[in-house]
């Protein structure tokens, strides 16, 4: 059965720099699309970025964009969000999600596995 673990948030000063690691169970993470995801409250679902499993990726938020980047470890069966230059509109609830698929889409719907998340709050 294909399970995800998020694990790296926790509390960060503004500017600074968090890894979320994303633990894929069950399935190896080159047969899906990976995606990363956030949540703040009141908001709604936001996709970050996608990665194939050719290693191709896609970035859909343009407000992080060239501050995160999305990468994988493929021994460990494991996929990563490195996030530098985190501003306080960044906190949120972060996930990772997979999808049975060759090509990425930001879009919630298209995934179909979820891990639970792990939040980040960026505050002074």
């Known amino acids: 059965q294909l399970q995800l673990v998020e694990s790296g948030g926790g509390l960060v000063q503004p500017g600074g720099s968090l890894r979320l690691s994303c633990a894929i169970s069950?399935?190896?993470?080159?047969?899906?699309?990976i995606g990363w995801f956030r949540q703040a409250p009141g908001k709604e679902r936001e996709g970050i970025s996608c990665l194939t499993k050719s290693g191709a990726s896609t970035n859909y938020l343009d407000s992080v964009k060239g501050r995160f980047t999305i990468s994988r470890d493929n021994a460990k069966n494991t996929v990563y969000l490195q996030m530098n230059s985190l501003k306080p509109e960044g906190s949120a609830s972060y996930s990772c999600a997979a999808a049975p698929a060759y090509a990425c889409s930001g879009g919630p719907a298209f995934y179909k596995h979820w891990g639970q998340g792990t939040q980040v709050t960026v505050s002074s």
């Open positions: 069950g399935f190896r993470i080159d047969w899906y699309v």
